[in-house]
Nanobody
Framework: QVQLMESGGGLVQAGGSLRLSCAPSGSVNSRNIMGWYRQSPGKKRELVAVISSDGTMDVSDSVKGRFTISRENANNTVWLQMNNLYPEDTARYYC???????????????WGQGTQVTVSA
């Protein structure tokens, strides 16, 4: 069953912006770590950004200065604001939530089915 639900993906021209949202599909316990990963055909899953319940965050160098992650602890909701999009940002974006970073990287915890982001040149 889908535990998290992503939304906000779509088709956008290079230089445009999108805002992705992720929230539980039902009532769940809070998770310390929430983050976004992306994957394109033929490529390995890539960590985009993570944020902890205390607001500590880390963003991949490939998107630093363009993407911003934020969260609302009360609802286990996380957002990814994507600005100045490049064609190389094209991927399916997945939202995850776990108690630890190790668990998140292992694919444990709560996950959604992903939302497609396509950036045209």
């Amino acid at each position: 069953q889908v535990q998290l639900m992503e939304s906000g993906g779509g088709l956008v021209q290079a230089g445009g912006s999108l805002r992705l949202s992720c929230a539980p599909s039902g009532s769940v316990n809070s998770r310390n770590i929430m983050g976004w990963y992306r994957q394109s055909p033929g490529k390995k899953r890539e960590l985009v950004a993570v944020i902890s319940s205390d607001g500590t965050m880390d963003v991949s160098d490939s998107v630093k200065g363009r993407f911003t992650i934020s969260r609302e602890n009360a609802n286990n909701t996380v957002w990814l604001q994507m600005n100045n999009l490049y064609p190389e940002d094209t991927a399916r974006y997945y939202c995850g939530a776990a108690h630890t970073m190790v668990a998140l990287n292992n694919g444990d915890g709560l996950w959604g089915q992903g939302t497609q982001v396509t950036v045209s040149a």
